[in-house]
């Protein structure tokens, strides 16, 4: 399987979603139709 690539459909993103929907992700996404995910991994308590 050397040599052969794997195209890329979906983007996890380790940091809350952009509320304003303003984010280079989202122009990548439409661009390339991809599926992103934003997931924040980290949560603090204050």
């Given at each position: ?21 303003k ?11 991809l ?12």
């Open positions: 399987m050397e040599g052969r690539k794997k195209k890329v459909k979906s983007i996890l993103i380790s940091q809350p979603k952009p509320e304003n929907g984010s280079p992700y989202f122009s990548l996404a439409s661009k390339h139709k599926k992103i995910d934003f997931i924040p991994f980290i949560h603090v308590e204050e």
